[in-house]
């Protein structure tokens, strides 16, 4: 089973953002096993780090290398995505020659409660991780308009309308994981499995 590397943009405790990623985790289990990525506790994007490399980063970069596919989960700040989305981003492909979104199958979904479900922020990413080379899915889009009613008492999706959008989106994700991978290393394939050193 291919393994996602999950990002999720909103930091806040009650994130929708995270709720719905959790939700379609759970959707997916069994056809795409989501890994969560820690991103609240990466410092801000200083170069001169690198001299020292924060432990946070070095674990993040890991996680995402060792994934087979990446997945965004983004709120909308201001018409755009939010920072802590942009300083993963930015951690990930540095330092240079050691990017570590390059050739990554990677997809963009977010949730709000508005109508157009984080719509302008998602377009707004999409032209910073095609310039870091993932290889980044265009369709189907998912711009979730969040409603506590489409959902049961756990966090499952609940309604079948839904249900079914978001089981074909999973179906096309994992089909674009699978077309798109490069062929990885023995070194990478130790990596996924986790039998490299923590580093």
Do not use: C, H
């Amino acid at each position: 089973m291919q393994t996602v590397a999950v990002l999720v943009g909103s930091l806040r405790r009650d994130s929708l953002n995270r709720k719905f990623a959790e939700s379609l985790g759970r959707l997916a289990a069994g056809r795409l096993d989501f890994r969560f990525v820690e991103i609240g506790d990466l410092p801000l994007y200083d170069d001169d780090l690198w001299a020292d490399p924060p432990a946070p980063v070095l674990r993040m970069k890991r996680e995402v290398e060792a994934a087979d596919g990446v997945l965004f989960v983004t709120p909308e700040y201001n018409r755009s995505f939010s920072p802590a989305i942009k300083n993963a981003v930015d951690w990930g492909s540095r330092p240079r020659g050691q990017n570590s979104w390059e050739a990554k199958p990677a997809a963009i979904v977010g949730t709000s409660p508005g109508a157009i479900g984080t719509a302008a922020g998602q377009n707004a990413l999409k032209g910073v991780l095609t310039v870091v080379d993932t290889v980044l899915m265009g369709q189907p889009e998912v711009y979730f308009t969040y409603k506590a009613e489409l959902f049961d008492g756990a966090g499952n999706v609940a309604d079948e309308t839904t249900r079914g959008f978001l089981d074909r989106w999973i179906d096309r994700f994992a089909a674009w994981i699978e077309r798109t991978s490069e062929p990885r290393t023995q070194a990478q394939a130790d990596a996924r499995q986790g039998k490299a050193g923590s580093g």
